[in-house]
Every structure is written in structure tokens, then in C-alpha cells.
């Protein structure tokens, strides 16, 4: 035989994927998070233990796992897409920037009480700040708890999470080489990943949809696959040049595809991809944990597990308390998300890789993960009795206060119109902001060498530059002085509050004063000063007067093409439902083929006069019934929308879905049945006699006098002699015969 030479690499995977798939299916069969197991496999096959193989080469490993973490932060764009941020609401946008930034806080203060060192302290606040959306998703799913208020809530805020994790690594990464915590370099680093998240969501609504419209017919799954992974691997590099994570840029990408009408298919074509890298990351994670420095610190280990546990539901409830949710959705919140996950590794890699952080905070972070995601599904089923224990210790006058603020929070409209007021000019001014800043430097730096190079004279390259700078920004510049977006709603409020009108008054001036700021900023680019407070408020105003219906045209254009870029609310694949007021939820309820309700009507099963929960809508394949009536009949499969307390829609969820419902141990049957005067329904109309119940099944036909009418009418009524046509259970049919 021929001595055939495999690859290290190759067997290493070999290895890392057959621990990992058989830890994780034993890990399904026990209940536990997936991830889990392949941190667990990643111990296995690392070098802590013997008993197994072990991976050779562990440095080609890790430069897999950080491919892992490009395309888990890609699937991550792809699920996040910004449409699905402005449907988070502002309850759990607040809550979630309060949380992250107590918790950043709370664990910085921590290690620098453990004499860590401020930059490992700053570290461990950005580790423990971020929950796993990965353990509660699936928590809630095992428990049924999706369509919760509580849950929505939750959801909502770990969307916010995850942008504020890839914040936080750009932010450590600059804590990390500069080795301050100086507001200022802060600021100025903010303010410059601002500007690129901007710069590059605007091209890329762009171009994207230009690309996937051009190549739509070709588009099958491989080349959508290819194609995808090409741009993410792209924007890896963009956001690599511009001196950003690697993460960032696959992340920025996956959202920017999320608002592609190809979307869902990507995301679907992605996920073995994701799947196979997200193993191999969390596999070479567990490998780099240090048994010896888990049992040296083990104590430390359980310290800050408890700090987690106990500092993330505390900062979560109060924070869902202070942005006007109710207490017992801010207890269940707050105790549901307590725990680490795939992001801490991220973080805590990040400063490994740095070499700004010591080894021992990596391993505890693993550590810790495995202690708090085992505590979860306790914590989540703990969250009524503690609330329970809250509520009956809280004297009566503190709960009336923040029953009282919660109400005023959700329902103040001054808070409202403000917000609307913010929504009017914000965006559409940082759009414009960032797009003229983009331009003017794009020309001082490109067009002008190429105007150099064309042209001997200096000032003929510099006045051509200037000419096509003022051209392709004008538009824009009309845009943030001029452009008003005022929805009917706001002008209302404008109408009845003179304090709302000074605030809309401040925000028109400083957007002018921007304008005229940046106008002047342009022009200083290319000539002097001297020259500028000659020629400025010359140069403005016949720009103003011979350009002003050119540059709104121009713009109205732009801002309707970068509307239609983004996905339709109809063309959504998945759409979640909006956080209700007060303790309500809004739930879709699917009708199980064994639930004693499947063929009965709304009426007869009395989903709001007994269980007071109102059906708001029913999905029947692709029909929709708004507003059903009672005499609408549930049919299996049926996707009911639900409307009411979470206690009362859990009542009816376990109705509706029940999967053990006796079956019939007997064929339907077609049977005739005579009424006399000894059953209960004769001389009652159809619709009162209750037959669906008594034979489990339906009237087809009445006969009387000779004559048939086949699918009576509910109104019929069952007089003494009319012989029944019944399809139901023999069983009934022949009881009632014999009756």
C-alpha cells in the first residue's frame, strides 16, 4: 500500500467535527444548549485533556474559529436588519441602553476591585453586559413562551444587544491600542464608526439591490451562496482598511443583505455554512480553556457568576421598570436574561488577540457561560414566585407609583410627539451630514489628482473640483436645510403645543446652520478664507436661487429611491409582533389536528367570554379573517391571533394545542335519526340544539313529508317526525337513537 500524507488540518477537523456532532446530539437528547456541547467538545479534543485525541495543530484551528466569528456576526446582519431595530419600540431601545451601560459599569468596578487592572476591568463590563440570545431563544421555545410580553420585550432588547456588542468591540479595540479611557479619543471613535455605519448602510442600499436585480435570474442556490459569502468576505476587508473589526464589517453587510428582497433566501442558503463555522468556533473556544485555571479560581468563578445572575436582573428589571413597563414584565425580563454567551467569547477573544487581557479572563468567561446558561431555565421558572415575593413586600403606595408611571409612560403624548419630532429630523439629517462629508472628501482627495493630472494650472483644477463638489452636494445640502418630513401626526401635536413649536423652530435653525456650515467647509477645500467671506454669501445665494428647484428634484429622487431599497413591510418574511400596553400580549396560537376546539366555532368555545381572550385575526393558508365572527369555525391548523393577559392566553394556548386528545376509536358514519318528543332538541331551531356536540359530527339533511333539504339551515327548526341525516361518531348517534 502507498503511504498517502493527509494534512494536519484536515485530520484536526475531522476530529473537531465528530466530537462536536456527537456531543451535540447527546446534548439535545439531555435539553441543553447546543453550544454548550461543542464547548464541551472543544474540551475533549484540546490540549487540558489526555484520555482523548487531541488537535495538533491548534494555531490553524483558532484562524478557522475567526472565520466562524465573521460569519456568525453575518448570520447575526442577517436576522438584525435595520427595519427590524425601529420595530424594537422605545421601551426596549431604553432599557436596553440603560442595562448595558449599568452592567458595563457594575463589571468594570468589579475587576478593578479585584485589582485586574483597568483595561482588563473594562474588558470583563463589556463581557458581562451582553446576554446570549441563543440560550433564551431556546429557553422560551422549550417553555413556550415566544409570544409572551415579557418575551417580546426580551427579544427586543437583545436586538439592541447586539449592536451595542459590536459598538463595544470597536470601542475596547481602541481602549486596547491606545491604552486611555480618554472621553475625547472615545468621542472621536464613536463618532467615526457613526460615520462609516452610515456611509456604508447608505451605498449599500444602493448598489446591493442594483446588483441582486441584475443578476436575479441567475441567482440560484449556489451562486447565492457564493455571492453572499463574496460580499461579506468584501466588507471584512472594507471595514479591515478602514480600521475597524473584521466582525464589524461582516456584521454591517449581513444587515445591509437583510434588507435585500432576497433576504430570506440568503439567510436560509447561509445557514449550513454558519452552522459548520459556528461549531468550529465554539469548539476552539472550549479548547482554549485552562482546566487549571478554572480550579485556581474556581471561587472567583462562582463570584462573578453570582454578579451576573444577580447584577443582570436587577439592571434589567429596573431598567424595564424605568422605561414604563410594568413589574411584573420587568421581574420576568430581568430574570430571564441572566447569563453570558457567544459575544463574551468574542469580547473576551478580542482582547486575547490584542494581548491587552490575561488568559485567565478568557477561561473564566467560558467558565462562567456554562454556569449561567444551566441556571437560565431555573431563573426564567423562578420569575413569577419572585415576583410574588416583590410585589406583596412593596407597601401600597409604591405600587400604585409605579403602576401610575408606567401608565404616564406608555400613554404621555408630549413623550410621543417628541419622539415623532426626533424621528422627522434626525435620521434624514445624519444621512446628510454623513453623505457631504463622504463627497467633499472624496473629491479633495481623488477628483482633485485627477483634475491635477489632466490639467498644468492649479487654481483651473481646483475651481473645476469645486464646481463638481458644490454639483453632486447640492442636493443634499438642500436636503438638511430645506427638506421637511413632518407626518400628519406631528403637525397635529405642532398645532396644540407652542413648546413643541420651539422645539421643532430649534431643530430647522441648527439644520440650517449645518448647512451653511458644511457650504462653507467646501468651499474652504479649495480656496482661502479671505476668498470665502468675499464670495460665500455670493456664491449661496445664487446657488440658492438657480439651483434650488434643481437640488429638491435631486433629492426628492434620492430619498425615494433609498425608501424603495429597503424591504416593503408586506414582502417581510417574518414579522414580529408590536410590545401591547399594560399586561397584555398579542399571540399567534397554531390549532393542533388532535385539540377538542378543532370544528367547533368561536362562539361555542367562548375564547372571550369564559378565558377572556380575544381572537383578533385567523390564518388559514394564505386567507386572512379579521375580526372573526362566532359563528367562524376553528379548523385545524388554524393560526389564531390572540389578545390578552399572558395567564389567560397560556389557559387557551394549552386548548388549542393540546396533542393528546382522545382520538375516535370508531369511523365516522352516516346514520338517520327520527325526533320525538324524548329528545332534548326537538322543537328547538338547528342552531340551538346543540347536535354538533351530542354526535360529534353534523346535520347534512332533513327529511319531512317526503320531501329532502340537504345542508340546513341553522334557523331549521326540529319538529316531531323529521328524520335526520347525521354524519357523527356511531357511538352518539345510536345513544341517542336509543334515548
Not at 463589571?107 to 433564551?136: A, D, E, H, K, P
Not at 482554549?288 to 462573578?304: G, P, Q, R
Not at 477645500?525 to 434643481?550: A, D, E, H, N, P
Not at 369564559?610 to 365572527?629: E, K, L, Q
Amino acid at each position: 500500500m502507498h503511504d498517502v500524507h493527509l494534512p494536519v488540518l484536515i485530520r484536526d477537523l475531522a476530529l473537531i467535527m465528530m466530537s462536536a456532532g456527537i456531543v451535540s446530539i447527546l446534548f439535545r437528547a439531555f435539553h441543553q444548549p447546543v453550544v454548550l456541547g461543542y464547548l464541551f467538545a472543544g474540551i475533549l479534543v484540546g490540549p487540558q485533556v489526555s484520555y482523548f485525541p487531541q488537535v495538533l495543530q491548534a494555531d490553524n484551528i483558532r484562524l478557522w474559529g475567526e472565520i466562524g466569528v465573521i460569519f456568525v456576526l453575518f448570520s447575526l446582519g442577517l436576522e438584525f436588519s435595520f427595519r427590524k431595530l425601529m420595530r424594537v419600540g422605545g421601551a426596549a431601545l431604553f432599557a436596553a441602553l440603560i442595562e448595558t451601560s449599568l452592567l458595563l459599569g457594575l463589571g468594570t468596578l468589579v475587576g478593578i476591585s479585584l485589582n485586574w487592572g483597568w483595561v482588563n476591568s473594562v474588558f470583563l463590563g463589556g463581557m458581562i453586559c451582553i446576554s446570549s440570545t441563543t440560550i433564551i431563544a431556546k429557553v422560551f421555545d422549550e417553555n413556550r413562551l415566544k409570544g409572551r410580553r415579557f418575551a417580546q420585550l426580551v427579544m427586543g432588547i437583545l436586538v439592541v444587544e447586539d449592536i451595542v456588542a459590536v459598538l463595544l468591540m470597536v470601542l475596547l479595540s481602541t481602549i486596547a491600542v491606545t491604552q486611555t479611557l480618554a472621553g475625547g479619543e472615545l468621542a472621536y471613535a464613536a463618532a467615526r464608526l457613526t460615520f462609516f455605519i452610515v456611509l456604508w448602510f447608505v451605498v449599500g442600499l444602493f448598489i446591493l439591490p442594483l446588483v441582486m436585480g441584475w443578476a436575479k435570474s441567475h441567482l440560484n442556490d449556489e451562486t447565492i451562496l457564493i455571492v453572499s459569502s463574496g460580499l461579506c468576505l468584501l466588507m471584512v476587508v472594507v471595514a479591515s482598511m478602514s480600521g475597524f473589526s473584521p466582525a464589524l464589517g461582516a456584521f454591517v453587510m449581513g444587515s445591509l443583505l437583510a434588507e435585500t428582497s432576497e433576504s430570506a433566501r440568503i439567510e436560509h442558503v447561509l445557514n449550513p455554512l454558519k452552522n459548520f463555522f459556528a461549531a468550529v468556533f465554539f469548539v476552539s473556544v472550549g479548547m482554549l480553556l485552562d482546566f487549571s485555571i478554572v480550579v485556581e479560581n474556581w471561587k472567583l468563578i462562582l463570584f462573578l457568576s453570582m454578579v451576573v445572575i444577580v447584577g443582570k436582573s436587577v439592571a434589567v428589571s429596573f431598567a424595564s421598570l424605568v422605561a414604563g413597563q410594568p413589574l411584573k414584565t420587568s421581574v420576568r425580563a430581568g430574570m430571564s436574561m441572566t447569563q453570558i454567551g457567544e459575544f463574551s467569547f468574542i469580547i473576551a477573544g478580542l482582547g486575547m488577540s490584542l494581548k491587552v487581557v490575561d488568559d485567565k479572563l478568557y477561561a473564566m468567561a467560558v467558565a462562567i457561560s456554562v454556569v449561567t446558561a444551566f441556571t437560565t431555565p431555573f431563573m426564567v421558572k423562578f420569575a413569577d414566585p419572585t415576583y410574588l415575593w416583590i410585589n406583596s413586600k412593596l407597601p401600597t403606595g409604591a405600587h400604585s407609583a409605579l403602576e401610575g408611571y408606567s401608565q404616564i409612560v406608555q400613554t404621555q403624548g408630549g413623550t410621543r410627539s417628541f419622539n415623532l419630532l426626533l424621528r422627522a429630523h434626525f435620521a434624514s439629517s445624519l444621512i446628510n451630514v454623513v453623505l457631504l462629508i463622504a463627497m467633499t472628501s472624496l473629491c479633495r482627495g481623488w477628483v482633485l489628482a485627477r483634475m491635477q493630472d489632466l490639467l498644468t494650472n492649479l487654481g483651473a483644477a481646483r475651481f473645476l473640483t469645486l464646481a463638481v463638489n458644490l454639483l453632486v452636494a447640492l442636493p443634499f445640502l438642500w436636503g438638511l436645510a430645506f427638506r421637511r418630513q413632518n407626518s400628519p401626526e406631528l403637525l397635529r401635536a405642532l398645532a396644540v403645543s407652542a413648546r413643541l413649536r420651539w422645539i421643532q423652530a430649534a431643530f430647522v435653525s441648527f439644520r440650517v446652520l449645518a448647512a451653511l456650515g458644511l457650504f462653507l467647509l467646501i468651499l474652504g477645500q479649495y480656496t482661502s478664507w479671505k476668498l470665502i467671506s468675499g464670495l460665500s454669501l455670493v456664491m449661496l445665494s445664487v446657488l440658492t436661487f438657480v439651483f434650488y428647484r434643481f437640488g429638491s428634484v435631486l433629492y426628492h429622487w434620492f430619498e425615494s429611491q433609498l425608501r424603495s431599497r429597503i424591504v416593503s413591510e408586506e414582502s417581510e418574511p417574518k414579522k414580529e409582533a408590536p410590545l401591547l400596553p399594560w399586561d397584555t400580549s398579542l399571540v399567534t396560537v397554531q390549532v393542533s389536528s388532535a385539540s377538542s376546539v378543532a370544528g367547533r366555532s368561536l362562539a361555542d368555545f367562548g375564547a372571550s367570554e369564559t378565558f377572556r381572550v380575544m381572537v383578533a385575526a385567523i390564518d388559514r393558508g394564505a386567507r386572512r379573517i379579521i375580526a372573526p365572527r362566532g359563528t367562524e369555525i376553528i379548523f385545524p391548523y388554524d393560526k389564531l391571533s390572540l389578545v390578552g393577559s399572558d395567564a389567560d392566553i397560556e389557559t387557551v394556548r394549552r386548548i388549542l394545542e393540546e396533542k393528546d386528545a382522545p382520538q375516535a376509536d370508531s369511523p365516522l358514519q352516516l346514520r338517520p335519526l327520527v325526533v320525538h318528543k324524548g329528545l332534548p332538541f326537538c322543537g328547538k331551531v338547528l342552531r340551538e340544539s346543540n347536535l354538533r356536540a351530542l354526535v360529534d359530527g353534523l346535520v347534512v339533511a332533513i327529511e319531512r313529508d317526503g320531501k329532502r333539504w340537504v345542508n340546513p339551515s341553522a334557523d331549521w327548526s326540529l319538529n316531531e317526525g323529521d328524520r335526520l341525516w347525521v354524519v357523527g361518531d356511531p357511538k352518539s348517534i345510536q345513544a341517542l337513537v336509543e334515548s
